[in-house]
């Protein structure tokens, strides 16, 4: 067993851990964070993408002691405190971009971090940016969609994705 | 389009047609969701299944013992601990008398027939633990001779996937439009033709792959059992499992919580559920079991994999006469549960939207040691549409002809419509003109074709190819009068109940199940017109036997065609019953009342009236209510259809081919889908794009293989390839309505068009792209490989090698397509 600190959607957490453990599964199994999910065995699919450090990653494939002394952000964690939701939550459901909704935190929060590095996607580059993403309900199209409103919504181009509600 | 979340302050606007946002999103957004997988409860064990490496076998010797001594492990069993208690999973379509149906067990006791077959189970404190012990199982297997190969398995003298049986043929299922009366004799039209062209086109072993992979929670009470698991059928799966474990059904509860996706790939009761709910009973404990993606892909049901051989013939100026099918359809090892009606729903739907004089269908239903196939999106009908639309392709090729011009001269035109087919089958509306020239305007056609021509006269390396399809399919699964006659065990009607609380907030029940169609939102828009009661004092309950007693689930886009109309069935009963007690309160005859907006009014006298909540409030109270009435608005009903719905749609493709690498590129996709009335535009277009991504994948992308040792080699998702974002392009989508006539909301379905209308327009694409090469057939999928051998080497080489997928290790052939030959045209 190993020691592991680490913050998760603002709460700390120590706890004691095999070293094989992935982060995803002491993510739904000891934190019952199951907002995160798992959609492969080969990190392919990318459902259980979470940011680690602000940074997305996939959940099976970094290992739980590997978030020793860093800070996680799930699905869960993603709305604002007051729970108004993300711009980019907003977005996913203005544009209808969610069908099933499994793939749905994962591709969320790889958008997350495709926002952060270019605010301002052209629809290839939205496409690009999440091909490690699978869905296989929407065709993606309104994902695509989606991350683009949240981004112009973000950087203050168009209107606040938290305008309806 | 516009999408809303606010109702309009004034006079509601119907509902219906509306791009509500979906109420489903809220918990799936917020990552606050119910996935089977999600469940924890107290003292629950976690189920891990060995599997079998092996594609036919005898199990000589079974030792679990090894893996009770391993941490954490509470039990382990293999087939013969539970040979008296599994049953067999059953197969409710016996397409004929004589099928053969060997038995399923849901643990192998003596054989195995598939590789990923379970044949033990352990039982441990935590999925970890039960994962590790797996490995001190002990098991020899005796290896049998494998069959993969379709054709050959039906040879004389062939090896044989089921010993006990007498051929690996399970059935043959024929229909033949002279001996129907539906039509003329085949043979004798067949033997008339001025111009006959035949094909052989394979129609490849596709996975379903919903993104969530399989789960199942069984806690037993009592005598019964509850289970959730991840289905389509949560009401099927009930009743099956009542027949199968010999549990009496209303001690059985079955709840589908959120699932995460399905088509199709969820329409099933698994020797999963079966083994969960055995160990759970056998402990008195709460068990789970969870798949991963590997076990999903190579044990649960896989879909298509059939090799069709089309004939049709016409006269020289293009009239199409007679069409001739024979199919052989991959059963697998073992027939699930509608396994062999598969192949058999497309039987109805190869002449299309096409006046045929005669046609035959032969489907013969074959055994081979590879994972069952059942129910993909679409289910018969992509198979069917493909194979129509390749071969009228292949036919306006032989015949010099225009390929929209010879559709155009064959289809049932707009005036002549109902039509009843030579299937006996008739086609309440359709425009296909329409449908056609509103797709033809969008995608540019005209300008297109003259950039093709232009390419080809300067050799571009990068050439243009157009694909048609125009389409038709039939929804609303379906008559059980039909489906009696189609021996298929249910019927196909659908249940709904409304009730109305004392706040005037309204429950409405429903049977069918969904898992990201979008029910919540449309059924709430349809009642919220019907009674005329906000959108959001709304509530849809479905997915739990408990609370949704009655229902046939989600499939074969029925769901609102049948299961819709019965919520507005049940809603015409509560607003007759409400009618009644509103004119008690009005002092009125309840003929003098008008009813809209949700308001009661005496016609022709102005006043205030009485809404449906006053209404129900007043009946909660009860303490006025006309004499002999029973305080309760609440409805059930339990719609039957008459007939099906046939929605149809022009789909086209324009497609860039890099000859010098073989890729293919969509440049451009438009689709002009007649559905019929539309509830909620946002869910539809929705729906289409999810379609087309599957159907354009089976034309790009995916393809199940098996080595010559019968293993799965495309057993990930880095080998089964679904396509990403950067794989698909963006779509162009449009409507015509053309409202069905057989159902009060004029709809028609839209769950599988995309799926079933798109593989052929891509297909005919490329091959249009690549004529000047004489070749008229790629195989699907048409890899880069494959277009690229076809250009450089000829058609008959365009098979895909499996040796070069990486989870091979190995020289190989692939022999699930392995008789492909080309098609010749005489």
């Not at chain 2, 049998?144 to 050959?152: G, H, T």
Request: glycine content about 10%; overall charge negative.
């Amino acid at each position: 067993m190993t020691r592991v600190n680490v913050t998760v959607d603002g709460v700390g957490y120590t706890d004691e851990v095999e070293p094989r453990l992935l982060l995803v599964q002491y993510l739904r199994e000891r934190l019952g964070k199951v907002g995160t999910v798992i959609g492969c065995d080969t990190s392919n699919c990318g459902a259980c993408t979470v940011l680690l450090n602000g940074k997305s990653v996939k959940s099976c494939s970094v290992l739980a002691v590997q978030t020793d002394g860093g800070e996680v952000v799930t699905v869960e964690g993603l709305a604002n405190a007051d729970g108004s939701l993300h711009p980019v939550q907003q977005a996913f459901h203005d544009k209808h971009a969610l069908q099933c909704g499994f793939c749905t935190p994962g591709m969320m929060m790889a958008a997350c971090d495709l926002l952060r590095e270019n605010p301002n996607p052209s629809e290839a580059e939205v496409r690009e940016g999440i091909e490690g993403n699978l869905c296989r309900c929407t065709g993606y199209q309104n994902i695509v969609a989606a991350v683009q409103a949240a981004g112009a919504a973000m950087s203050g181009g168009a209107a606040s994705g938290e305008a309806s509600a | 389009m516009t999408a809303t979340d606010d109702r309009p302050a004034t006079t509601p606007a119907p509902e219906i047609g509306q791009a509500r946002k979906r109420k489903e999103d809220q918990h799936l957004i917020t990552g606050r969701t119910t996935w089977t997988d999600n469940m924890t409860l107290p003292g629950m064990v976690h189920l891990a299944i060995l599997r079998s490496p092996m594609a036919h076998a005898t199990i000589s010797n079974i030792d679990v013992s090894g893996a009770l001594s391993r941490p954490g492990v509470i039990a382990a069993y293999s087939g013969q601990d539970f040979a008296d208690t599994q049953g067999v999973i059953p197969c409710a379509w016996p397409v004929t008398p004589d099928m053969v149906n060997p038995g399923h067990p849901s643990l192998a006791v003596s054989q195995v027939n598939h590789v990923g077959e379970a044949v033990a189970v352990v039982v441990a404190r935590d999925k970890a633990s039960a994962q590790d012990a797996l490995e001190a199982i002990e098991i020899d297997y005796e290896p049998l001779p494998v069959v993969l190969d379709m054709e050959a398995a039906v040879a004389d003298g062939a090896d044989l996937v089921h010993g006990h049986t007498s051929s690996n043929r399970s059935y043959t299922w024929a229909f033949e439009s002279g001996a129907a009366g539906t039509g003329a004799p085949i043979d004798e039209v067949l033997g008339a033709a001025e111009v006959t062209v035949k094909r052989r086109f394979i129609q490849q072993r596709l996975i379903p792959a919903f993104m969530e992979p399989r789960s199942t929670v069984v806690q037993p009470i009592g005598e019964g059992f509850t289970m959730w698991s991840a289905t389509q059928v949560p009401h099927i799966l009930r009743t099956m499992l009542a027949l199968t474990l010999g549990v009496a059904e209303h001690k059985v509860r079955v709840i589908a919580p959120d699932v995460g996706g399905g088509f199709g790939g969820k329409l099933q009761v698994t020797p999963e559920e079966v083994i969960t709910t055995l160990v759970a009973r056998k402990l008195g404990k709460p068990a789970k079991y969870t798949e991963s993606r590997s076990e999903s892909l190579m044990s649960a049901h896989h879909g298509r994999d059939q090799i069709q051989d089309i004939t049709i013939t016409a006269q020289r100026d293009g009239t199409v006469t007679g069409l001739d099918v024979h199919l052989y359809a991959d059963m697998g090892a073992y027939l699930r549960l509608v396994s062999p009606g598969v192949p058999v729903l497309g039987a109805f739907m190869y002449n299309s939207i096409y006046k045929f004089q005669a046609y035959r269908f032969v489907c013969e239903g074959v055994f081979t040691n590879k994972t069952p196939t059942d129910a993909y999106r679409g289910a018969g009908r992509p198979e069917a549409t493909f194979a129509i639309e390749r071969i009228m392709t292949e036919l306006a090729d032989e015949l010099g002809m225009d390929p929209m011009e010879l559709r155009r001269k064959n289809w049932i035109k707009h005036e002549e419509f109902p039509f009843t087919s030579v299937c006996g089958l008739t086609y309440d509306s359709g425009n296909y003109e329409a449908a056609t020239d509103r797709a033809l305007e969008l995608i540019g056609w005209d300008e297109l074709r003259a950039e093709q021509a232009q390419r080809r006269e300067s050799k571009d390396p990068v050439q243009l190819g157009l694909g048609i399809s125009t389409f038709t399919e039939m929804c609303g699964l379906a008559p059980s009068r039909v489906l009696g006659s189609l021996d298929y065990a249910a019927g196909g009607w659908e249940n709904a109940a409304i009730r109305v609380l004392a706040t005037g907030k309204v429950e409405v029940v429903t049977g069918a199940s969904a898992h990201g169609q979008g029910h919540e939102t449309a059924w709430s828009q349809i009642v919220a017109d019907q009674l005329g009661v906000p959108f959001e004092d709304i509530e849809i309950i479905h997915g739990d036997t408990q609370s949704s007693p009655k229902g046939l689930d989600t499939y074969g886009s029925r769901s609102l065609v049948v299961g819709a109309i019965a919520v507005v069935k049940a809603a015409e009963k509560v607003v007759a019953k409400a009618r009644r007690i509103a004119a008690h309160m009005l002092e009125a005859n309840e003929d003098d009342l008008d009813f809209a907006g949700g308001t009661f009014k005496v016609r022709g006298v102005p006043g205030e009236g009485k809404s449906i909540q006053e209404i129900a409030f007043a009946t909660f109270a009860a303490h006025d209510l006309p004499d002999g009435m029973e305080p309760s608005l609440d409805a059930d009903a339990t719609y039957d259809p008459e007939n099906f719905s046939f929605p149809h749609g022009t789909h086209l493709c324009a497609i860039d081919i890099d000859t010098e690498t073989g890729h293919a590129k969509i440049r451009k996709y438009v689709c002009v889908d007649d559905i019929g009335h539309v509830i909620n535009p946002l869910i539809v277009d929705g729906q289409v794009h999810g379609g087309l991504a599957q159907g354009i994948a089976q034309a790009l992308y995916e393809e199940a293989i098996y080595d010559e040792d019968g293993n799965l080699t495309t057993g990930t998702f880095v080998d089964y390839l679904l396509p990403s974002a950067a794989d698909l392009p963006s779509f162009t989508t449009d409507r015509t309505v053309s409202p069905s006539t057989s159902n009060p909301l004029g709809v028609k379905g839209v769950g599988e068009a995309g799926t079933i209308a798109s593989t052929p327009a891509v297909v005919n694409a490329i091959v249009d792209a690549l004529r000047p090469w004489g070749i008229n057939d790629i195989q699907m999928p048409c890899t880069p490989e494959r277009v690229w051998r076809a250009i450089n080497e000829g058609a008959e080489h365009s098979e895909r090698d499996p040796s070069g997928t990486v989870a091979y290790g190995g020289a190989s052939t692939s022999t699930s397509d392995g008789t492909y030959a080309e098609g010749d045209q005489l």
